[in-house]
């Protein structure tokens, strides 16, 4: 922000950097769409700031009322107008949602149902941290509450949680509630769940051109409406500053690419370094940095870190062989021309982990009317190609935001380079019912209220 000449804080009244809102109205206004500020205004309010910069007075009050402090470096030596200030500077699904939107409303509703008796602060902590469906990736990031937490006295309404956690406490949310909550209804519950389509939507790998950012702002604008009734006065300037989403994504595609996970990560190494130098801490900390990074992502062998930089494919024997019986049944049922030469337990590849029982998503196309959803029963090789042996799901019913599923007998097979949404999923089962999330997903399938 400081780089763009915004003023930064979201004490400043002029908040928002997208368009005119006041922080004093943010609540009150947030069902009204006010129109962006595009880049003729952006410069005109550039030059008009420049015109007065000698008569400090006249800029303080101009710069207040614009929330620009100066023009954007970008704009100053882009002569060409190659970059768009107000369509290239975004605000990132990370700072806003994980660390802003999520985290408050999460706050409340868990707030909520411990003064309403839905749960206990010790139910909800065993939950979370007994979920056993974590899948591989979620696991290192796995949320835990603290069972003494007060959340009363967390600053800003948030959760003690990392932006990883909350993304995946979040996306799992639906799984959580219904374990706890079991069949119970209430207004608190049904609004939460939409924090769950809406991270979904800003996660997703691929988004549709036109569907995807109307999605979204339909599930925003709900969110934010129904927020505003069931919290009065907790509503934040994220709360507003997402509202910005459906544009960016219109704009330049899956918000998922534009979030600062992987910046941040960077620059942890900066924030949490101490030092007793005082003469030349850029050098110190540029020389550090480039150890801390050679450290940090490469194995102890030099090999690239799996955690860090996803690494090789990799993949995993099974303990299977392939005479085994029900395997050559399997088989049988669906004809296979080539032998296979090996059976894996797990493999990776550009890395995603897909396990024997994971589930895929076997749609030839990337938003089809209803998605083909399977359950991986063998995962094996040709010689040259990774094939996924599966069992065909059948969706039942859409319990918001997730399916429920059956498992049917028929068998059938694909390869994995014809994936067309890469991501591997998992089915759930919560009290004998099966459930796959189709999450992040560009779009939402089945009833919704703000549909
Ligand atoms: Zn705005």
Not at 275 to 283: A, G, R
Not at 349 to 359: A, F, L, R, T
Request: hydrophobic share 35%; proline share 4%.
């Amino acid at each position: 922000m400081s780089l763009h000449g915004f003023k930064e804080s979201t004490a400043a009244n002029q908040c928002c950097f997208k368009c005119d809102i006041l922080k004093e109205f943010i609540e009150e206004g947030i069902h009204h769409d006010l129109d962006d500020i595009d880049q003729i205004e952006y410069k005109r309010r550039c030059n008009q700031l420049e015109l007065v910069q000698h008569d400090q007075c006249t800029f303080d009050n101009l710069s207040i009322k614009y929330g620009v402090n100066s023009r954007s470096l970008f704009d100053r030596f882009d002569r060409l107008d190659h970059f768009n200030i107000m369509k290239q500077v975004m605000y990132d699904p990370m700072h806003t949602l994980l660390e802003g939107v999520v985290q408050t409303h999460v706050n409340l509703f868990i707030q909520y149902c411990l003064d309403h008796n839905h749960f206990k602060m010790e139910e909800l902590s065993d939950i979370i941290s007994k979920f056993k469906f974590y899948d591989t990736n979620e696991i290192r990031c796995k949320p835990k509450l603290d069972m003494d937490l007060d959340l009363k006295k967390q600053p800003n309404n948030s959760i003690p949680l990392t932006s990883m956690q909350v993304y995946v406490l979040c996306m799992n949310f639906p799984f959580i509630l219904k374990l706890l909550l079991k069949s119970s209804t209430f207004y608190a519950y049904t609004i939460v769940l939409t924090l769950t389509d809406i991270l979904s939507m800003c996660f997703a790998t691929e988004v549709h051109r036109i569907k995807s950012p109307e999605l979204l702002k339909k599930a925003i604008d709900y969110h934010n409406i129904e927020f505003r009734r069931q919290y009065t006065k907790k509503m934040k300037p994220k709360f507003h500053f997402m509202k910005h989403f459906p544009g960016a994504m219109k704009d330049v595609g899956p918000l998922r690419y534009t979030n600062c996970l992987a910046t941040e990560r960077k620059h942890q190494f900066f924030k949490a370094g101490k030092t007793k130098n005082f003469i030349n801490l850029p050098q110190t900390f540029a020389y550090r940095r480039g150890l801390w990074s050679a450290l940090v992502n490469h194995n102890q062998d030099g090999t690239q870190s799996h955690n860090v930089l996803h690494g090789d494919d990799e993949a995993k024997l099974s303990g299977k062989r392939t005479n085994d019986n029900e395997f050559q049944n399997t088989i049988q049922m669906i004809n296979l021309q080539v032998p296979p030469q090996a059976l894996f337990k797990f493999i990776v590849k550009n890395g995603i982990q897909y396990n024997e029982g994971c589930v895929i998503n076997t749609s030839t196309e990337h938003f089809p009317k209803s998605p083909t959803l399977d359950l991986v029963k063998y995962i094996i090789n040709d010689g040259i190609n990774f094939v996924f042996i599966y069992q065909k799901i059948k969706i039942i019913d859409y319990s918001v935001p997730v399916f429920i599923v059956q498992v049917t007998d028929t068998v059938e097979q694909c390869l994995f380079s014809n994936l067309v949404y890469k991501l591997s999923l998992k089915l759930v089962i919560i009290f004998n019912i099966r459930y796959v999330a189709l999450h992040p997903y560009g779009i939402v399938y089945g009833a919704r209220a703000y549909l």
